[in-house]
Protein backbone atom coordinates (compact mmCIF):
# COMPACT_ATOMS: atom_id res chain seq x y z
CA UNK A 1 0.00 0.00 0.00
CA UNK A 2 1.30 3.45 -0.71
CA UNK A 3 2.09 5.06 3.02
CA UNK A 4 5.16 7.27 3.86
CA UNK A 5 7.19 5.95 6.42
CA UNK A 6 8.02 7.94 9.63
CA UNK A 7 11.56 8.43 10.78
CA UNK A 8 10.51 6.94 14.21
CA UNK A 9 7.57 5.33 15.75
CA UNK A 10 6.61 3.18 18.89
CA UNK A 11 5.84 0.16 19.73
CA UNK A 12 3.95 -0.22 22.62
CA UNK A 13 4.27 -3.20 24.49
CA UNK A 14 1.41 -4.21 26.89
CA UNK A 15 4.29 -5.09 30.17
CA UNK A 16 4.39 -1.22 29.81
CA UNK A 17 0.58 -0.70 30.84
CA UNK A 18 -1.02 -0.52 34.34
CA UNK A 19 -2.61 -3.75 36.26
CA UNK A 20 -5.51 -0.68 37.39
CA UNK A 21 -7.12 2.06 35.06
CA UNK A 22 -5.85 0.27 32.31
CA UNK A 23 -8.08 1.88 29.67
CA UNK A 24 -8.19 5.50 30.96
CA UNK A 25 -4.73 4.64 30.86
CA UNK A 26 -4.51 3.61 27.30
CA UNK A 27 -6.77 6.88 26.38
CA UNK A 28 -4.59 9.14 27.80
CA UNK A 29 -1.77 7.85 26.33
CA UNK A 30 -2.90 7.41 22.54
CA UNK A 31 -4.21 11.15 23.28
CA UNK A 32 -0.79 12.26 24.10
CA UNK A 33 1.42 10.49 21.46
CA UNK A 34 -1.19 11.80 18.66
CA UNK A 35 -0.81 15.24 19.97
CA UNK A 36 3.26 14.50 19.89
CA UNK A 37 2.97 14.08 16.07
CA UNK A 38 3.01 9.95 15.95
CA UNK A 39 1.74 8.81 12.93
CA UNK A 40 2.58 5.25 13.67
CA UNK A 41 2.32 2.94 16.44
CA UNK A 42 2.29 -0.86 17.16
CA UNK A 43 0.73 -2.54 19.75
CA UNK A 44 2.33 -5.53 21.00
CA UNK A 45 0.88 -7.89 23.57
CA UNK A 46 2.65 -11.77 22.87
CA UNK A 47 0.33 -12.75 25.92
CA UNK A 48 -3.10 -11.44 26.62
CA UNK A 49 -6.47 -13.06 25.24
CA UNK A 50 -7.93 -12.05 22.52
CA UNK A 51 -10.64 -10.24 24.27
CA UNK A 52 -8.25 -8.24 25.81
CA UNK A 53 -6.23 -7.30 22.39
CA UNK A 54 -9.51 -6.41 21.06
CA UNK A 55 -10.27 -4.27 24.49
CA UNK A 56 -6.56 -2.43 24.34
CA UNK A 57 -7.18 -2.38 20.73
CA UNK A 58 -10.55 -0.42 20.65
CA UNK A 59 -9.01 2.12 23.04
CA UNK A 60 -6.33 2.95 21.04
CA UNK A 61 -8.22 3.42 17.76
CA UNK A 62 -10.66 5.90 19.30
CA UNK A 63 -7.53 7.83 21.04
CA UNK A 64 -5.57 7.84 17.37
CA UNK A 65 -7.67 8.83 14.84
CA UNK A 66 -7.04 6.83 11.92
CA UNK A 67 -7.06 9.82 9.72
CA UNK A 68 -4.27 10.70 11.53
CA UNK A 69 -2.29 7.34 12.60
CA UNK A 70 -1.65 4.50 10.89
CA UNK A 71 -1.97 1.23 13.58
CA UNK A 72 0.40 -1.91 13.75
CA UNK A 73 -0.85 -4.90 15.79
CA UNK A 74 1.65 -7.30 16.42
CA UNK A 75 1.21 -11.66 15.42
CA UNK A 76 -2.79 -11.29 15.44
CA UNK A 77 -4.09 -10.91 11.43
CA UNK A 78 -7.02 -12.56 12.34
CA UNK A 79 -8.02 -9.80 14.84
CA UNK A 80 -6.81 -6.95 12.32
CA UNK A 81 -10.13 -6.27 10.84
CA UNK A 82 -12.14 -6.71 14.42
CA UNK A 83 -10.00 -3.93 15.67
CA UNK A 84 -10.21 -1.13 12.84
CA UNK A 85 -6.34 -1.71 12.55
CA UNK A 86 -4.28 -0.74 9.62
CA UNK A 87 -1.96 -3.76 9.43
CA UNK A 88 -0.29 -6.11 10.93
CA UNK A 89 3.49 -6.94 11.91
CA UNK A 90 4.52 -11.54 11.62
CA UNK A 91 7.76 -12.98 12.79
CA UNK A 92 9.03 -16.42 12.26
CA UNK A 93 6.45 -18.96 13.84
CA UNK A 94 3.37 -15.99 13.18
CA UNK A 95 1.69 -15.96 9.90
CA UNK A 96 3.85 -15.91 6.66
CA UNK A 97 3.67 -12.48 5.02
CA UNK A 98 1.81 -14.43 2.02
CA UNK A 99 -0.93 -15.67 4.78
CA UNK A 100 -1.31 -12.38 6.45
CA UNK A 101 -1.51 -10.84 2.92
CA UNK A 102 -4.35 -12.81 2.41
CA UNK A 103 -6.24 -12.18 5.36
CA UNK A 104 -5.73 -8.18 5.00
CA UNK A 105 -5.80 -8.18 1.50
CA UNK A 106 -3.98 -4.98 -0.87
CA UNK A 107 -5.00 -2.18 1.41
CA UNK A 108 -3.49 -2.42 4.95
CA UNK A 109 0.42 -2.58 5.94
CA UNK A 110 1.74 -5.96 6.24
CA UNK A 111 5.49 -5.99 7.96
CA UNK A 112 7.53 -8.75 8.78
CA UNK A 113 11.04 -9.47 10.05
CA UNK A 114 13.56 -9.25 7.57
CA UNK A 115 16.69 -10.63 8.55
CA UNK A 116 20.02 -10.11 11.62
CA UNK A 117 23.27 -10.77 10.32
CA UNK A 118 22.06 -11.12 6.65
CA UNK A 119 18.74 -10.67 5.27
CA UNK A 120 16.73 -13.94 5.01
CA UNK A 121 16.33 -15.88 1.83
CA UNK A 122 13.95 -14.85 -0.81
CA UNK A 123 12.66 -12.10 1.73
CA UNK A 124 12.98 -9.27 -0.80
CA UNK A 125 10.13 -10.89 -2.77
CA UNK A 126 7.46 -11.62 0.03
CA UNK A 127 4.50 -9.58 -0.44
CA UNK A 128 5.19 -7.18 2.66
CA UNK A 129 5.58 -3.51 2.67
CA UNK A 130 8.52 -3.35 5.28
CA UNK A 131 11.10 -5.90 6.60
CA UNK A 132 12.43 -5.29 10.21
CA UNK A 133 15.99 -5.95 10.98
CA UNK A 134 17.99 -6.31 14.07
CA UNK A 135 18.29 -6.29 17.37
CA UNK A 136 20.60 -3.60 15.90
CA UNK A 137 21.45 -3.27 19.98
CA UNK A 138 20.84 -5.24 23.10
CA UNK A 139 17.73 -5.23 24.21
CA UNK A 140 14.96 -6.10 27.67
CA UNK A 141 11.77 -5.36 25.86
CA UNK A 142 11.89 -8.42 23.43
CA UNK A 143 12.64 -11.70 23.92
CA UNK A 144 15.74 -12.93 21.30
CA UNK A 145 18.41 -14.69 20.96
CA UNK A 146 19.99 -13.24 18.25
CA UNK A 147 23.54 -11.32 18.49
CA UNK A 148 22.99 -7.09 18.01
CA UNK A 149 23.81 -6.19 14.52
CA UNK A 150 25.27 -2.97 15.55
CA UNK A 151 24.98 0.22 13.28
CA UNK A 152 27.45 -1.80 10.56
CA UNK A 153 24.68 -4.65 10.46
CA UNK A 154 21.88 -1.86 8.97
CA UNK A 155 24.74 -0.77 6.91
CA UNK A 156 25.56 -4.42 5.35
CA UNK A 157 21.59 -5.22 5.21
CA UNK A 158 20.42 -2.22 3.44
CA UNK A 159 23.27 -2.90 0.99
CA UNK A 160 21.71 -6.22 0.02
CA UNK A 161 18.67 -4.89 0.53
CA UNK A 162 18.98 -2.53 -2.01
CA UNK A 163 17.47 1.40 -2.05
CA UNK A 164 13.83 0.49 -2.57
CA UNK A 165 13.17 -1.68 0.66
CA UNK A 166 12.02 -0.46 3.49
CA UNK A 167 13.80 -1.16 6.61
CA UNK A 168 12.67 -0.72 10.33
CA UNK A 169 15.32 -0.90 12.38
CA UNK A 170 14.52 -1.86 15.66
CA UNK A 171 15.75 -2.81 19.18
CA UNK A 172 18.10 -1.18 21.64
CA UNK A 173 18.02 2.27 20.08
CA UNK A 174 18.05 5.35 21.91
CA UNK A 175 17.95 9.06 20.86
CA UNK A 176 22.54 8.95 20.97
CA UNK A 177 22.02 6.33 18.38
CA UNK A 178 18.66 7.32 16.40
CA UNK A 179 20.70 9.15 13.95
CA UNK A 180 23.78 7.13 13.46
CA UNK A 181 21.29 4.01 13.03
CA UNK A 182 19.06 6.06 10.15
CA UNK A 183 22.25 7.40 8.34
CA UNK A 184 23.71 3.84 8.12
CA UNK A 185 20.50 2.87 5.41
CA UNK A 186 17.64 2.57 7.64
CA UNK A 187 13.95 3.73 6.83
CA UNK A 188 12.53 4.00 10.20
CA UNK A 189 13.66 3.11 13.38
CA UNK A 190 11.19 1.46 15.86
CA UNK A 191 11.22 2.19 19.44
CA UNK A 192 9.87 0.91 22.48
CA UNK A 193 11.75 1.09 25.74
CA UNK A 194 13.22 4.79 24.96
CA UNK A 195 9.57 5.94 24.60
CA UNK A 196 7.77 4.27 27.01
CA UNK A 197 9.46 3.98 30.00
CA UNK A 198 10.36 7.55 30.11
CA UNK A 199 7.84 9.47 33.23
CA UNK A 200 6.19 11.71 29.89
CA UNK A 201 6.19 9.24 26.71
CA UNK A 202 4.81 11.76 24.74
CA UNK A 203 7.21 14.49 25.30
CA UNK A 204 9.96 11.87 24.52
CA UNK A 205 8.55 11.36 21.20
CA UNK A 206 8.94 15.16 20.79
CA UNK A 207 12.47 14.94 21.56
CA UNK A 208 12.80 12.24 19.29
CA UNK A 209 10.98 14.46 16.35
CA UNK A 210 13.03 17.35 17.12
CA UNK A 211 16.45 15.77 16.81
CA UNK A 212 15.64 13.20 14.08
CA UNK A 213 12.94 15.56 12.13
Known amino acids: MAFSFPLIYPILDSSTLPATGRAEFLHRLGGSLAEAGVTLLEYRNKTGSAAELLADA?????????????????DRADLVAATGFDGVHVDAGDLSPAEARCILGSDRIVGTFGGSD??????????????????????????????????????????????????????????????????????TVAVSAAIFHSEDPAAEFRSWLRQLG
Open 118 to 187: TLLPGILDAPADYLAIGPVFPTTTKQTAKAPIGVEGVRRLRAQAGPDAVLVAAAGITLDTAAAVLAAGAT
Open 58 to 74: AVLRAALPASCVKLILD
